[in-house]
């Protein structure tokens, strides 16, 4: 057994260090990353990585430590942002409703055990109250992020997120048609979608001519041949088959 313990500790230790090299060389080409964020041209989440990974090799670990600076971002700096046009997916959908009771419940949850444990187990009070203040960050930076970043349509590029759960950038070359009412495998599709009431399909359906990774939270990646929308303005559709059409024309001039 004390082999065993010896053996956790030693590969906690491990990790933490390096977590802590990341750590260091991310601070190492801040002021490098920096610069290129401030020229950047697309949403904020698709730029932090494009940039990071100019100076840095792309891994889990870096990409958690981004995930935490998205957070921390729309958190505390968010709130003063004006939204950018563009087309949203969230407004006809009970996003707003289910996160504020996400946060109502995540509070009374934090000082129910709070009380209950703190005379008992402070130690596990205490952990306990710091998980439930960053899920309350995170639905609050999720919410900002959001709002702040709709669907547009830059650099022959679509770029799609939902909130900090999910994002993907399509670019023209590879959207091969939009679909309504048709039925695809899960494996191979992510849908881009806020709860409703009940089941309801997405409006529409892009098919992909090549398979592309679907980004998710903490690095974790997808790699799909269909995206599944459900947006506000029905016009979204519309704006994507134009994209098809213009880049289908290119071609055949070329």
């Known amino acids: 057994f004390q082999h065993i313990t010896t053996a956790a500790l030693v590969a906690e230790g491990v990790l933490i260090l390096i977590e802590l090299s990341i750590v260091a060389y991310a601070l190492y080409y801040a002021p490098a990353i920096y610069r290129k964020l401030k020229e950047r041209i697309v949403p904020l989440p698709f730029a932090l990585i494009e940039a990071t990974n100019t100076y840095m090799k792309e891994n889990v670990l870096l990409h958690a430590l981004l995930q935490e600076v998205l957070v921390m971002y729309y958190a505390l700096l968010g709130w003063r942002k004006k939204a950018p046009s563009g087309?949203?997916?969230y407004k006809q959908s009970m996003y707003v409703p289910v996160m504020i009771m996400i946060l109502?419940?995540?509070?009374l949850e934090a000082v129910a055990f709070h009380w209950l444990l703190h005379d008992w187990m402070p130690i596990v009070a205490y952990i306990l109250l710091a998980l439930h203040i960053y899920s309350i960050i995170f639905v609050l930076a999720d919410m900002q992020a959001m709002r702040l970043n709709p669907t547009v349509y830059m650099n022959n590029t679509w770029y799609v997120s939902f909130g900090l759960l999910k994002r993907i950038d399509i670019h023209r070359d590879n959207m091969k048609a939009i679909h309504e009412g048709i039925t695809v495998d899960?494996?191979?599709?992510?849908?881009?979608?806020a709860p409703t009431f009940g089941e309801e399909a997405p409006h529409f359906i892009v098919e992909l001519h090549e398979r592309q990774p679907v980004q998710f939270m903490m690095g974790m990646k997808k790699t799909v041949r269909y995206i599944g929308i459900q947006a506000d303005d029905a016009s979204l559709k519309e704006a994507m088959e134009q994209t098809i059409q213009r880049g289908n024309m290119e071609c055949q001039k070329n």
Not at 186 to 193: G, L, P, R, S
């Open 104 to 107: 109502h419940a995540v509070v």
């Open 186 to 193: 899960k494996e191979d599709i992510v849908y881009f979608e």
């Open 87 to 89: 087309y949203t997916l």
